[in-house]
């Protein structure tokens, strides 16, 4: 058990260290909102991967072959979409309303759900790595498979806060790097949504 413990921490510290779309989605909204709402993004997991997980370890083996390409695409272009919509809002200078800020609450909520449902790397993810140790971890006993998840999100959760720290005290720095930190971001994740959207055309063909 202590060894899956040990893997279970280690794929939480490679998914916390390895830079995709919800963490420039993450790097934008800390940059541009603050880390209030950047924790907002840091939860869409707790959200999201219940539904994913079971997917990925009950259903993976029954899954028709096209359903990873096609669900690149649908990411990619959500992706992508995300980006540019972040972007326009950036270009868009807005005076802070109180009144406005459950929506905003809410709104930023959505967008890291919809990139973290819509993204297929927790999919693979889940069902090529970190889901047959869970499967594991479950048979072993139920307190081995909850354990399992504590390690890995325990590890995964905190280095994304950790990140909200670092991109929020970036903030404080000077607005003009602020503003160009957070247009690069939106930058690379359109490139991620564009990369996806051409693996799964890619997938399709071959």
Do not use: C
């Amino acid at each position: 058990m202590t060894a899956l413990l040990t893997q279970a921490a280690s794929f939480g510290f490679a998914a916390g260290t390895s830079f995709g779309s919800l963490h420039m989605l993450l790097m934008s909204v800390t940059l541009t909102q603050g880390w209030r709402y950047g924790l907002l993004i840091v939860l869409t997991p707790l959200l999201t991967d219940a539904p994913i997980i079971v997917l990925m370890v009950v259903l993976l083996s029954s899954l028709p072959p096209v359903f990873a390409p096609l669900l690149n695409i649908i990411g990619g272009v959500a992706v992508f979409f995300i980006a540019w919509r972040a972007y326009q809002s950036l270009r868009r200078p807005t005076s802070y309303d109180p009144q406005a800020s459950a929506k905003v609450t809410r709104e930023t909520l959505l967008r890291g759900i919809a990139v973290n449902l819509l993204n297929p790397a927790p999919y693979i993810f889940w069902g090529t790595m970190t889901g047959p140790l869970l499967v594991e971890a479950f048979t072993i006993s139920a307190v081995g498979g909850v354990l399992f998840l504590l390690a890995f999100y325990g590890v995964f959760l905190g280095l994304m806060a950790l990140f909200v720290v670092m991109f929020d005290r970036l903030r404080g720095v000077d607005a003009r790097l602020t503003r160009w930190l957070t247009t690069a971001s939106l930058v690379v994740l359109a490139a991620l949504g564009v990369q996806l959207i051409l693996r799964g055309v890619s997938g399709l063909s071959g």
